[in-house]
């Protein structure tokens, strides 16, 4: 059975938290990452007695850190997990702040996440606070170092101290970590730890939290995200961390745990939020038909060049109401910069329309403001315009537009788009996210670096009438879909 992580209370002894994003979020979900980090130590930690809870603030508020805070100061507290993306990073560090202002010394404050993923400054060397930091596969360093902290009750210091000798004795079994505190000395302040590849045979089923998620995609008032997959199988878009750096993609072979978990949640739709969704001929003959026998409404994310009208259909015959795409942008000479030459224009139209055929509702993806690995700013009001007229034409042919999310690509750590920008002599720091009121109201646009904050792409007169036609394009693009489903 999926277990249900209660949120934080009083007595909560281990303590969850997905680091607020510092602006305002388009889409709810669960705190993914944190929870398949923690999905191996769960069982243990219920064995020891420990009281887990997760707090998930989702937008950064006054309140949340007044709640962090009375949970601090209450005395339970012997463990704090913090996972972070690259865009909460500051809050993130201000969580740490707070608990080491109310509680001292005596949590043992983890940290991991997207960010400590992506970015070659680790957490534990950056932030002050944090007694250890773990990016790559957390679930068994997590799973033996959490139970093992709470067993023997050292104090954080000598606890980390201890480690490196401990995890020689006793290396992960699966999964590639590089664990960084600042408890080590400083000539080596990282730990690589190499079991080898991660399959999903190995860790427990993720747990999920009490959360209400809702997507306005679906007719039902509550949607459960789930994950099937991990990396990407595409993974040439120079913009997204989500290849995996082996270009491997496991897909779980498992999925009585789905079936359970919608038993309990009667009425929800199902999301996949894998970076595509497999079709494998396993899903295809094991998943497809559960979901159909389920009755259940749901809706995957796919790339449009990799679909066949075959897997159109099979998908709609199995229940799938809703897709989700990244579009990008209307002009092909951004598409083919970004990493996305195949999906030109007639090919776009081609699948939307075998996908109004099977009366699928899609989501579309815009990507505004793309840089090329040089820095230099791609989008001009004329490749706006040429995103709107693509847009229009898409409703024009009577595809059922669920939403258009126009955003506005930022640079993320670890991506060849930010690889690309520190060869060409462009420094970003990763710890310090530039806001951008002129972009506030775009998804990504007010917080992280993008064009308007990166001090080698020239902001002058130019850029700023790009993102006037940009705030417009996508005020009115997004007026443009109405919902009655
Ligand atoms: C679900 C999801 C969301 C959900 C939940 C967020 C979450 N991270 O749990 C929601 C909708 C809230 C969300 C929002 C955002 N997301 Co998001 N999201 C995802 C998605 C699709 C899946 C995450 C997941 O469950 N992965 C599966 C697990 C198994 O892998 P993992 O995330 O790498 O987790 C492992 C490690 O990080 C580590 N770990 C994780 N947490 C912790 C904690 C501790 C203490 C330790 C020790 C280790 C550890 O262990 C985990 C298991 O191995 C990923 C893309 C992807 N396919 O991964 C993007 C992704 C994480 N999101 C991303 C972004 C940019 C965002 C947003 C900024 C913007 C946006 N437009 O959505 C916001 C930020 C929200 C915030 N509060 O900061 C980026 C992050 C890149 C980065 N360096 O920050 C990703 C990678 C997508 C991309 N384009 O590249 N997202």
Request: glycine share 10%.
């Amino acid at each position: 059975m999926v277990d249900t992580l209660q949120e934080a209370t009083t007595q909560t002894s281990i303590l969850l938290i997905h680091a607020p994003y510092p602006g305002t979020l388009k889409f709810e979900g669960m705190p993914g990452s944190l929870l398949s980090a923690v999905a191996l130590a769960l069982p243990a930690l219920a064995d020891a007695d420990e009281q887990v809870g997760y707090l998930d603030p989702r937008g950064a508020s006054e309140e949340f850190y007044a709640e962090l805070r009375s949970l601090a100061r209450g005395g339970s507290l012997r463990v704090v997990c913090v996972s972070t993306s690259t865009a909460a990073i500051e809050e993130a560090a201000r969580v740490v702040a707070t608990i080491r202002e109310e509680a001292g010394d005596r949590v043992l404050l983890l940290a991991g996440g997207p960010h400590e993923d992506d970015c070659p400054q680790k957490m534990a060397g950056s932030i002050s606070g944090i007694d250890l930091s773990i990016a790559g596969d957390a679930e068994h360093a997590l799973g033996w170092l959490l139970p093992q902290y709470v067993e023997h009750g050292s104090p954080p210091q000598r606890f980390c101290e201890s480690l490196p000798a401990s995890l020689a004795k006793r290396p992960p079994p699966a999964g590639r970590v590089r664990l960084t505190s600042p408890w080590w000395p400083l000539s080596t302040p990282h730990l690589d730890l190499d079991g080898g590849p991660l399959s999903f045979g190995e860790i427990p089923d993720r747990p999920v939290t009490d959360q209400h998620i809702e997507f306005t995609a679906f007719a039902s008032g509550s949607t459960l995200p789930v994950m099937i997959s991990r990396g990407c199988p595409y993974g040439r878009c120079i913009f997204c961390s989500e290849a995996s750096p082996d270009g491997r993609v496991l897909v779980q072979q498992r999925f009585d745990w789905l079936e359970e978990l919608c038993a309990s949640r009667p009425g929800h739709s199902v999301y996949f939020q894998d970076s595509i969704f497999p079709t494998t001929t396993h899903v295809r003959t094991t998943l497809l038909p559960m979901l159909s026998r389920l009755g259940v409404e749901w809706g995957c994310q796919v790339y449009l060049p990799m679909l066949s009208e075959r897997t159109v259909q099979l998908l709609a015959h199995h229940g799938c109401r809703y897709v989700y795409t990244g579009v990008e942008s209307g002009a092909a000479a951004i598409l083919s910069s970004v990493g996305k030459p195949a999906l030109t224009r007639n090919l776009l139209l081609e699948r939307l329309k075998w996908l109004r055929r099977a009366e699928l509702r899609v989501g579309l993806s815009l990507m505004f403001g793309a840089l090329s690995t040089e820095g230099a700013l791609l989008e001009t009001a004329e490749t706006v315009r040429e995103t709107v007229g693509l847009c229009e034409e898409v409703l024009e042919q009577g595809t059922t537009v669920a939403g258009f999310y126009p955003n506005v690509e930022t640079v993320l750590p670890g991506t060849p788009l930010a690889t690309g920008l520190d060869r060409a002599g462009i420094p970003l720091d990763f710890y310090r996210m530039p806001r951008c009121p002129d972009l506030d109201g775009l998804e990504d646009g007010g917080v992280g670096y993008n064009f308007l904050t990166i001090d080698g792409v020239h902001c002058q007169e130019p850029l700023r009438h790009v993102a006037g036609a940009i705030a417009s394009a996508a005020t009115y693009i997004q007026s443009l879909v109405e919902h009655d489903w």
